[in-house]
Structures are given as structure tokens and as C-alpha cells.
């Protein structure tokens, strides 16, 4: 039998693999096999082997399929596509995105050319339709060949006034700081465009006709409040993120219809003692827990709000809901996914109140395994609504004071048991809470803590949502799931190698049990490298999503998995509530047919919402943080490296939690080489070297509270153990121990113990 030739062996006539690989690479567009055996100098007999050659090289990764039967080099954009701009260059340029990069690494960087003379300026969000030129390695220029929106964009910041302008529609113009810090320009509002806003100001602004190169100029079209309000900072992000505040009229009317329940068609569980284990601060209330001995297991009844009684497929309230997809929270407010007639009325479980509600009753062996569960629409009566540092206290105090807590931790001790056992992924990531006195200002910046009593609930909810995908799988009606799918093999790969640095090993193949890297977490616990390992580890895992179709929870280690316990705040909630309705017959409000042909879109929809509000509350943090440590510029903290890239280092103070940005240009002089395997920037010359998680000491040099950036340099010379936690003064530029800067710019779940987003 003749032997198979190698894979880089070429028939006879045929390019090699590599002849192939670089020549498409070093095409500026798309090339197919015309294009290729024109350049080779093939005829018709080569036509099938080429076309082997070309399906091999793209099964491997080395050239990307770009349209019917043509290729282009991976990563490489086509000659047109849809980008979406995300700010401005220093010269008031647009700058994109390609939309929806499916590449690897970051998306490449789209220069969009000038608008032609007359039209609106391109403002961040905006959509069009590019024609596209490489001009270096992730780099494009681009130019308009469609605007895919009908209006133009809109520019979010804050009013400066020209001198002598005055503002307030005086005549003088000025000019937009933008409050995005992808956005390196100012934009120009000429005078009599100023719209009556005053200096200090946050503004929506639409772009005017433009000449060309240059700061481009904007109209005020909304007056938002002053910078220096309470609610400046959420104001900013929720307008930053389109997080939709004002509900219809219909919606409202309806919130505001409601009525209690009776207790007709309902299972009656006021004899229960249900009570609500929730933060000090939290604003509503969904879920109600009770625990009690049976023989040697645990009764454990999980009561939710009954929101699909109020809010019914197709209406006014439904169509809101979905828009809105979940709840947003932030320091000094919530963006809730329901008006508050309901949310903080009818559909939370106020103590001593009836309310209607979905409940799930469940049978757990002294093991913590489920032996049986039962689902039923009933009314219920909060006996009380408790804290968690309440119950934490009355526990370690040993009483069962307000309320019977003994059979809680009972429970959950089984729980715990049976989740240590199955092995799951419990990730050790600080989490810092934001305190704001009365005028709305940064007060202090705490630790927030992990009790047994968060964990207590976080496991009861759990179990619930897992008996709820498995009863409608019973029921076979549509479940929307909650998926989280195993890391990639790219992901695990460069994982497996980061942790070979540390001598520690995973399991060959790509079947990695979470356990396998819980083993890891639990083996590096209280060691210096427990923060890094921890980091990396996060960044390895893909995101959580909402899926109709099941692929089980990796993180989790569970096959089925359902968010049925805050319906009040997450619509994929409400829909499973509808499913068990419809399922189990329990009366109306239950899922309508066209309403599950849509899951698709909708699971989309949804996973989409839930990640802008989780941007948005990480945004809010960050900008109350930038005005946090606005007054303490030139101050010294102790800091941890939490990212590393080849523009600089990003650097987290251990006693705020504030992150921000030490550029490469404030450095010490060298040629900085960017290792992305190792997550390091090494000196060259100097031989030093930073890596993700190191401890550093840094002077903050520059805050943004209007962008929430924050500037850092690193100290040299004194180790960050040898001084303080921080927040004295520290050397200035040219000083020992300081870098002179290099000119840069700064730019670059639910509250109090639920924030894991499962």
C-alpha cells in the first residue's frame, strides 16, 4: 500500500501548505481558488486538491472562510462589514469596532475617515456599514458606506462653557467633556447650540453637520443635572448603557390595578413560618425561606413572589419587562424591572402582609441529597424580614431569636454537604461594597463580607432552581435554562500552561471536572500566589448565559439548572414561573405557546440585558471610586496588578478596591515586551518585571471622576511590604522613587450577598 504523503507534501504542480498560507496572508482582501491557481499557475486538474488543501488549512485555523468559497488570513476583516463606534481619537475622529468578532484576542481597531462634508459627525453607539483598508497589524481605516441608524448618535458629558459664554444659553458656546473614556475628544457646541445648559452640567448632545478634520461640533439636546449631584454618577451610567428608566403609561396603570390575593384556588402556607434573609439595604423582597427536621433529613420550602399573576403574556407590564430583561443596581438607587406599585409593593414579601406566591417543597436526606420535591401556587405571610447578619449572630450566639434558625443551618450544613461532594468551582474573589453618606458622597469603602448566612440562602436557592428545571423537563414543557458551558480548549490549554509554571496539573484531555480546578483553588488557599491563581482562573472561564436548549451548569457541576427564585427582578424567573403554571395547571398567567416559539430570541435578549446591567454596575463602582480618591492625588497605596497588556499595567488599591491604569510610557525607560502566555511585562534592559496579581506600591497621579479614570505610576526601590497600606503623601515627578508621566490621558447580582450571578 503506498504511503501516505505528509500533510506540508504537495501533489505534483500543487503550492505547498505554506506557499498557500502566505499568500493569502499577504492579500489586502479576500481571494477564493481563481485567484490562487492564477497565481500558481493551476489548471483544472488541481481544482479538487486545491480545494482539499484550502478545507484542511481552514479546519486547522491557519487561513479564515470569508463568504462563499473565499478566504482571508485568520482574524483579518472583510473589504466591508457593520462596526459599531465606540468613541474618539485625540483629533475627534470616530473609532470602531467590528461587530459581532468572533476572532481570537481583542477586536481589531476600525480609524473611521472623516464624515463628507455636511453630514453629522459619528457618535458613539452608532451603527454603519464600513468599507475597510488594513494599516497594520488589528488596525483599519474605515469609511462610511452606510449608516444603519435613522437619527444620529448621541454624545453623553459634561457642559463647559467658553469664557465670557456664561452658559445658560447665553450665546458664548463651549464645549462637551465626554464622560466615556473610549472618547479622547472634547466636542464643540457652537454658540446658540448650548440649549440653556450651565456650566458643570451633564448633557446629551446629537452631532451637527461637520467640515471635516478636527473637534466636531454638537447640540445640546437634554439637560441631565449638575456633576456634582448625588445621583451624577448613576445618571452618567445609566445614559452611558441605555438602561431604560421610565415606564410606560400602560405599564404604570397596570402596576397600579393590582390587588392582593386570596386564598381561593391557592395552597395556604400562613401557618409556616417563611421568613426573608435579605442585605440591611436591600429593596425588595422575593424569596422566603423555613427548614424543619424530618426524621433524618429536612423539609425545606423555598416561597417566591408570585409575579406572574400580575404580570400576564403580551401586556403592557410583560412587554416593559422584557424590554428591560432584569433589575440594575447601584449605590444610591435601583433601576427595577418592575414598576414600584409592584416591585416594592404587591410582589414583595413584606412581614405580616399576604402575598401570592410560587413555592417549591422539598425532602433533602441528612446527606443533602433531594429525595422528592413538590411545586404549588400558594399565599403565604412573611413571619419576619431578617439579615443576614442577624441570622449570622443569633447562630453563632446559639439562640433562635427573632425566629426558630437551628433547622436553617441544620439544612444547609447537609447542603454544603452534598455540593462539596458533587465538587463545584467556588472562586475567592473580594468584592467591596460602597457606602454613601446623605449628600450622596463616597463615605467608605468596605470589605463585603461572606457569611454562612449568605451562603445558607445562596445554597436553599440553588436546590430550588434545580428542582424547577427538572420538573418542567417532567412535565416536558419549555424550560428557560441557565447554561454555563466548560472552558474552551483554547482557554483550558493556556490555563493548564499557566499553572505548569506553578508546578500544579490538571487532568489531561478536555474533560475538566470543576472539581479538578476547586482541587487547585483549595491547594494554593492563604498562599502568596492564591490571588493570581484565582484571577487567572476566573478569566479561563466562559460566561454564564439563558438558553432554551441545556448543556448543564460547568460551574455549578450540575445537568440542569433554572433561575426560578427572583422573578421580581430577572424576566428568565418569570418565564419559568409561567412554564410550572402552565405546566402543572395551577390557573392563569401561565406560558403561552408563541411566547415559547420565541425563547430563542429571547434567551439572546435576555443574556444581552443581564451583561450590560452587570458593565453598568461595575461602571458605577468604578466612577464613584474615581471621585472617591479624587482628593488624594499624589498619595501612595499598596496594590495588587490586575491586568497586564502592552499599553501598561491596570493596578488595584488593596484598601479601596479602586482600579485604574500605570501606563508603559510612565515606566523606566526600556523596550517592554508584552508576554501573554506568562500575563507579564518584561524590561528588556532593566530586567524587571511585572505579572498579574503582583504586589506593587503606586502613586496615584491623576482622577477622573467625570470619566471614572484613575492614573497610577509604580514605585521604585522600596518594597510595597516595607511601608504602609497607603495614603500618604508620595514623591512627585523627577523625585526618587517617582516617574515622570509620559503624557498620558486617563481613558483608559443583587446587593449585599446574592451578587454571585449563578
Known amino acids: 500500500m503506498p504511503r501516505k504523503p505528509p500533510p506540508d507534501a504537495a501533489p505534483k504542480g500543487l503550492p505547498s501548505r505554506d506557499d498557500v498560507r502566505t499568500f493569502i496572508r499577504e492579500q489586502p482582501g479576500r481571494v477564493g481558488k481563481r485567484e490562487i491557481s492564477r497565481a500558481f499557475g493551476l489548471g483544472p486538474e488541481h481544482r479538487v486538491a486545491l480545494r482539499g488543501l484550502l478545507k484542511d488549512l481552514a479546519g486547522e485555523g491557519e487561513v479564515a472562510p470569508a463568504g462563499h468559497r473565499r478566504f482571508s488570513a485568520p482574524g483579518r476583516l472583510p473589504e466591508s462589514m457593520v462596526v459599531q463606534i465606540t468613541g474618539t481619537d485625540p483629533d475627534g475622529d470616530a473609532v470602531a469596532r467590528p461587530v459581532g468578532w468572533e476572532g481570537g484576542g481583542p477586536p481589531p481597531t476600525v480609524f473611521m475617515a472623516p464624515e463628507p462634508k455636511g453630514r453629522p459627525a459619528l457618535a458613539p453607539g ?13 488596525k483599519y481605516e474605515g469609511r462610511t458606506l452606510k449608516r444603519l441608524t435613522d437619527a444620529p448618535g448621541r454624545v453623553l458629558g459634561v457642559f463647559r462653557a467658553n469664557r465670557g459664554g456664561g452658559g445658560g444659553g447665553g450665546g458664548g458656546g463651549g464645549r462637551i467633556e465626554p464622560t466615556d473614556k473610549k472618547s479622547k475628544a472634547e466636542w464643540v457646541v457652537p454658540p446658540g447650540e448650548e440649549g440653556g445648559a450651565e456650566p458643570g452640567e451633564i448633557v446629551l448632545a446629537s452631532p451637527l453637520p461637520a467640515g471635516g478634520y478636527g473637534l466636531k461640533p454638537a447640540r445640546v439636546i437634554e439637560r441631565l443635572g449638575s456633576m456634582g449631584d448625588a445621583r451624577s454618577v448613576s445618571l452618567i451610567v445609566i445614559h452611558t448603557h441605555d438602561i431604560p428608566t421610565e415606564f410606560p403609561e400602560g405599564a404604570v396603570a397596570e402596576a397600579e390595578r393590582a390587588r392582593g390575593v386570596t386564598a381561593r384556588g391557592r395552597t395556604d402556607l400562613r401557618e409556616l413560618l417563611l421568613v426573608t434573609i435579605d442585605s440591611e439595604d436591600a429593596r425588595d423582597f422575593d424569596d ?5 427536621p424530618d426524621g433524618d433529613g429536612f423539609f425545606l420550602t423555598v416561597a417566591i413572589a408570585d409575579v406572574s399573576h400580575y404580570v400576564r403574556p403580551g401586556s403592557a407590564l410583560d412587554r416593559s419587562a422584557w424590554t428591560r430583561g432584569n433589575s440594575c443596581y447601584f449605590p444610591d438607587r435601583v433601576v427595577p424591572m418592575l414598576p414600584e406599585a409592584l416591585s416594592n409593593g404587591w410582589c414583595s414579601l413584606r412581614p405580616n402582609e399576604d402575598r401570592g406566591c410560587l413555592f417549591v417543597r422539598m425532602r433533602v436526606g441528612d446527606d443533602g441529597q433531594k429525595i422528592s420535591h413538590t411545586f404549588g401556587r400558594g399565599i403565604m405571610r412573611s413571619a419576619a424580614r431578617l439579615t443576614y447578619e442577624q ?10 431569636t427573632p425566629l426558630p434558625i437551628s433547622p436553617l443551618y441544620a439544612a444547609f450544613r447537609s447542603l454544603l454537604a452534598a455540593r462539596n461532594a458533587r465538587g463545584t468551582l467556588d472562586l475567592d474573589l473580594p468584592e467591596r461594597k460602597v457606602i454613601l453618606d446623605d449628600a450622596g458622597r463616597v463615605a467608605s469603602v468596605q470589605p463585603r463580607p461572606r457569611l454562612d448566612s449568605h451562603r445558607l440562602i445562596e445554597e436553599f436557592m440553588v436546590l430550588a432552581n434545580v428542582c424547577a428545571a427538572e420538573e418542567l423537563e417532567r412535565l416536558h414543557q419549555p424550560c428557560m435554562y441557565r447554561v454555563h458551558a466548560p472552558p474552551s480548549d483554547e482557554k483550558l490549554e493556556n490555563l493548564r500552561g499557566f499553572l505548569r509554571g506553578f508546578d500544579i496539573s490538571l487532568p489531561p484531555g ?15 488557599a492563604g498562599t502568596e500566589e492564591a490571588p493570581l491563581i484565582n484571577e487567572v482562573m476566573l478569566r479561563s472561564q466562559s460566561q454564564a448565559a439563558y438558553s432554551p436548549d441545556n448543556i448543564g451548569h460547568f460551574g455549578l457541576s450540575l445537568a440542569r439548572y433554572a433561575h426560578f427564585t ?20 395551577l390557573g392563569p398567567g401561565g406560558l ?12 439572546e435578549h435576555i443574556t444581552a440585558t443581564e451583561r450590560r446591567a452587570a458593565l453598568a454596575e461595575r461602571d458605577a463602582i468604578d466612577r464613584y471610586l474615581a471621585a472617591y480618591m479624587a482628593d488624594k492625588v499624589g498619595a501612595v497605596f499598596a496594590a495588587r496588578i ?33 508576554d501573554e502566555a506568562t500575563a507579564s511585562l518584561n524590561g528588556r534592559r532593566t530586567r524587571l518585571s511585572f505579572r498579574l496579581a503582583q504586589e506593587v506600591e503606586v502613586r496615584l497621579a491623576e482622577a477622573s471622576p467625570v470619566t471614572g479614570g484613575l492614573l497610577f505610576h509604580i514605585m521604585q526601590g522600596v518594597p510595597a511590604s516595607a511601608r504602609g497600606a497607603g495614603g500618604r503623601p508620595g514623591p512627585g515627578p523627577g523625585q526618587p522613587g517617582g516617574f515622570k508621566p509620559g503624557g498620558f490621558k486617563p481613558g483608559g447580582a443583587k446587593p449585599g450577598g446574592r451578587a454571585r450571578r449563578q
Open 288 to 292: 422566603a425561606v423555613h427548614a424543619e
Open 510 to 524: 478536555n474533560q475538566i471536572h470543576p472539581r479538578d480546578l476547586d482541587r487547585v483553588l483549595k491547594k494554593v
Open 126 to 138: 452608532e451603527r454603519v456599514v464600513a468599507r475597510l483598508r488594513e494599516i497594520g497589524p488589528g
Open 642 to 674: 490586575s491586568g497586564v497588556t502592552r499599553f501598561g499595567l491596570f493596578v488595584t488599591v488593596a484598601q479601596s478596591g479602586a482600579s485604574g491604569l500605570v501606563p508603559v510610557s510612565s515606566l523606566p525607560d526600556d523596550f517592554w515586551m508584552h
Open 592 to 603: 403561552e405557546a408563541d411566547e415559547a416559539a420565541r425563547f430563542p430570541d429571547t434567551a
Open 566 to 585: 427572583s422573578p421580581i427582578r430577572r424576566y428568565a424567573d418569570l418565564l419559568v414561573h409561567r412554564a410550572l403554571i402552565a405546566g402543572l395547571k
Open 391 to 400: 441570622v449570622q449572630e443569633a447562630h453563632d450566639a446559639g439562640t433562635d
